[in-house]
Structure formats: structure tokens, C-alpha cells
């Protein structure tokens, strides 16, 4: 792991962007930590430039609860390398949003599931880095979409202790047998009113999940309006588990 | 407003049985309060002695926040004169029950509907009496179940300003029409795993609420498993709209 660049944000947080081979991500220390912080690893949906101003924000509130935060770009968005697939996939995918269609399991297929099978191990690998600086401690939480990544992930990854999971339309069915496998506690976010998602969908996958304990924060707002309050929620909900 | 007895609990919380005409009642204060004290309305399924444990265990907590909490028994329930009509509604749901059978929307519009036309009004005048202490202040909120009461009562009574729900299964079909004119914040607690529950009925509910600010938090536990950590998100609910 590289860090590239470094700087003290006015509230002390520490915001280091790092490379791992080709990978590249962002790592926020808590400025006022004496002991290792529990790490939340912060998932988004790829274009780590655009999503910046909303991922600051998250790894700032979880920073002042104690954890550092880390997060990394997705395989083809960004600056990384395209692959003819995923773009061919992402334009299937778009043609038939803008047609108003219903999109097609094998287009959530071909888009999702390489992109889960790319992503996982090299979340896995930047954790093995992330846990090997003198900084970061344990327990892990994953906060974040892509849900389907974050679910293979938490299923394969025996470090991270629990998941705070945004619910999105885009799961492959397969991965309905990953989510009866999980069997961490869960906080689970909807957006009840966001047209663009299937809220069947995600209470089927929210009954779906093996855990014991698992919780569904359903809100309204529309796909990006999240309430505030649910940043709180959050950060209680790793503290509980984390801590 | 008739105080019949007064206690101070261990925690400082002042605990008053009240009657109002034939509606027995019980008022808790906060032992610290300095100011007049918002107040939060608890509601249950009826049975004042046998609901108390669960009642003063939230009414102790609502107070470690600062809020008064008060109660009062159903009509047709604990010492209060019975209804036959409503006895053999409430003995055909159990027959129904017991026989795992489907409850009939008529077995429930006969327990239910009658059982809102008598409650929401003595609500109404217990509050007018409880906002005449100098100790009560507002705003009010509504906490519990029965939520078809629940329902019917944010939306008569225009002194509440916040409610938090619980869902239950016995909710008359025309008590929808009702749920879309609630305008109010809302927080609604779902017990996923509620055998007893109708699972559907509820999330159909929350979907028709008319509130711009709604939230469903969902959890394991069974019918009574509600997870210790919605005690403190309903203190914080009411926090965010009642102070």
C-alpha cells in the first residue's frame, strides 16, 4: 500500500489517498485517536471522484465516533481500466431504464456479478493492508452499496463484524443464496420512494438475510434523500457492534 | 382529574394513578423536571395491570429524556365494564386464531372499529385534562399500539405532533383512508418475525401514510422480542420533533 497524497481536514480528520497495485482508494483516521480505530470500510456505487463530497461526509461522521474509514474505487469506474463487458452490460442496462422497461435478469447478471467477483477479493486485499497499519485496529464494519458486493463479502470475509447495507434494485438471484448465508448484524437502508428501485426486491432480500439480528430502516426521500438522522443511526449501530 | 394514589420510583420518576369520569389512567413525571414536561401518550393492547411492566419500563425511559408519559385502560378492558358485542368479536378472532384460520375483515371491523369510536374521544379528554397540569406541557406525542387507535386519533387531534406506531395485524380495511390523511412525523415498529402478524397488511400501512416524514424500522424478536436499542430510537424520535 502507497500512500500518494495527504491532509489534515479542518476537523482533524486524516485523509490519506493510497494505491494498492492498480487499485486506488482513500483512507480517513479519526484526528484525536490514541488506540487502533475500529475500521468501516465504505462502499459506493464506483466514480470515486463524483461520489467524493458524499463519502467525505460519511468517513467525517464515523471519524467522529471513534473509526476510521476507508474506501476504494470499483474494477471500471474512474480512472481504472473499462472492460468491454461491464460497458456493454451498463448500456443494456440503461437502454432499457430509459425505455421504461422492466431490466432483465441476465443484464443484472452480466453487470453485476463480474463486478462482485473483481471487487471482493480486492476489498479483501486492501483490508489485509489497511489491518497491518499501526492505526487501525479491528472490528471491521462494511457501510455501503453495491448491496450484492457488500453481501459476498461480508459472506466470504470472516473479519468484518457487521454491515450496514443500502438496498438496491440491481441483485443478481443468485446472490439470494449468499444473503441466507450471512449471519452478521445488519442494518438495512430503503429508500421506500425511490421509483428507480424495487422495493419488493429488497424486502425479499431483507427477509432473505440468515442474521439474527437484522434491522430495516425504510425512509422517505427519494433515492438520495437519506434523513440526516440515519448518519446517527448508523455510527449507534457500528458502536453497538463494534466497540 | 382525580389523583388516587402517588408513588416516587427509585429513579426519582413521580408515578400518579388518576381517574377521569370512569377512565382510569396513569401520569409519570420526570423526577428532575424544571420546565413543564412534553408529553408522550402510551398506548397498548389493553390491560392496564397486566401491560404495567412494559408500561413503566417506557414511561422510565421517556423520563430519562424529560418527558411525562401517561396512560389509561381501554374501554372493555381490565376493571372497566365489558361489551358484550366486543366479547364475542374478540372470542370469534380467537376461535379464528386458534383454528389457524384467516380472521375475517368483518370479525375484525366488529372488535376494532367500536373499539376507536369509544377510545379516541376519551384519549382527547384525558389530554385536554393532562395539558391543564402545570407540570405538562407540550408538544404531545402518541407512542404504541392499538395503531387503528393510534391512527384515528393523530388525525382528529391536532395537539399531537409525532407518533410512534407499532404494527398490528387488526386493522379495519376502511382505517386506510384514515392512515393516508396522517400528516404527522411517524416512526412505525415491525416485528418481522411476528407469526401473529400480517406482515403484508403492515408494510401496506406504512405505504399509505400521508406523513412527508415516515420511517419503518423492522426487526427480529417475535411478537414481543422489540429490541432494547428502539427504546432509545424513540427517545431520539421524539427528541428531533417534540422539543
Known sequence: MRFTSEQRLDDGVFEREFTLGEIPGILWTPGSASAPAPLIL?????????????????ARHSAAEGFAAATIELPGSGDRPRSAATEKARADLHRALDAGERVDDEIVDRLVLPLVEKAVPEWRAVLDA????????????????????????????????????FAGSFVPRTMFEDARQVTIPLQVLLQWDDEGNDRQLALDLFDAFGSKEKTLHANMGGHTGVPQFEGDDGNRFFARHLK
Chains 1, 2 share one sequence.
Open 42 to 58: 465504505l462502499g459506493h456505487p464506483g466514480g470515486l471522484h463524483k461520489m467524493y463530497p458524499r463519502l467525505v461526509a460519511r
Open 130 to 165: 489497511l489491518l497491518s497499519l499501526p492505526e487501525i485496529g479491528g472490528p471491521v464494519g462494511y457501510a455501503g452499496g453495491v448491496i450484492a458486493i457488500g453481501i459476498r463479502l461480508v459472506v466470504v470475509e470472516p473479519r468484518i463484524s457487521a454491515a450496514l447495507l
